[in-house]
């Protein structure tokens, strides 16, 4: 499988990157007790943290707020995703416990101040595309139950149709708890050096295989590494190392 990031990304947004980390033989299941305290904990303090700090402070979301306009988004009307979650934290309308992964996912956006999402990688076709949403042709069902239309929002897209987004992700490539393999891509602020983002990658990756098991790799795509190709042995065998 090979993953790339389009030209026209680059063009508008010259210092883009995003983590690409790819988890295997990994577990998921009810997060442990230790997982969601720090999850709930985590957004108990940030509530504090926010009551002194506007929203357009946050350097994560002032850099989102600039990529959507280069993009050609409204910000205001499509929000990226983790400046949801912060606004959902604002209102101590807090994140309830889901899985050993979303709740990672969930507590990773919140602490790095960046959108992430998480995905099932035998529910992908092909290759995939980091691209921008064309017109009224690209969108699909969101978890939060409503059709999204993906005009000038990022997106990733496979073979058969887009399926994410720092916007909201699609209900065709969700995690469950029959999932092994997953794609988990961190969407990085721009102004972050690569070896700055390798590190959180290496971080993310290391704590998510900490709970769950697995295999993790992370790599980092930016314009001078715009794609990679995710490594098999010639048997189909991961050649990546256990964390374990």
């Known amino acids: 499988m090979k993953i790339h990031i ?16 790819h988890y295997n033989r990994t577990t998921v299941s009810d997060s442990p007790q230790m997982l969601k305290g720090r999850l709930q904990l985590f957004q108990e303090q940030l509530f504090f943290e926010l009551e002194e700090r506007d929203l357009s402070d ?30 959902r934290v604002r209102k101590q309308n807090y994140m309830k416990s889901h899985s050993s992964a979303i709740d990672l996912n969930t507590l990773f956006s919140l602490q790095y101040g960046v959108p992430s999402g998480m995905y099932d990688l035998k529910k992908l076709v092909g290759d995939l595309t980091i691209t921008k949403g064309q017109e009224e042709e690209d969108g699909y069902d969101g978890l939060n139950g409503r059709f999204i239309s993906l005009h000038n929002i990022l997106i990733l897209k496979d073979g058969y149709s887009p399926f994410g987004s720092p916007y909201v992700d699609s209900v065709r490539t969700a995690i469950t708890e029959e999932t092994s393999e997953i794609l988990h891509v961190v969407y ?4 972050m050096s690569v070896e700055e983002a390798q590190r959180l990658a290496n971080a993310c990756g290391n704590m998510f295989t900490s709970i769950n098991g697995g295999e993790a790799a992370a790599h980092v795509l930016h314009a001078d590494s715009p794609s990679l190709e995710l490594p098999y042995s010639a048997k189909g065998e991961s050649l990546y190392r256990s964390n374990q």
């Open 6 to 21: 389009e030209p026209l990304i680059i063009e508008a947004v010259p210092d883009f990157k995003v983590a690409i980390i």
């Open 58 to 87: 946050i350097q994560g979301i002032q850099e989102w707020r600039t990529i959507w306009k280069a993009l050609g988004s409204d910000p205001t009307r499509y929000r990226p995703s983790v400046e949801a979650l912060y606004r």
């Open 188 to 191: 990085l602020r721009d102004h």
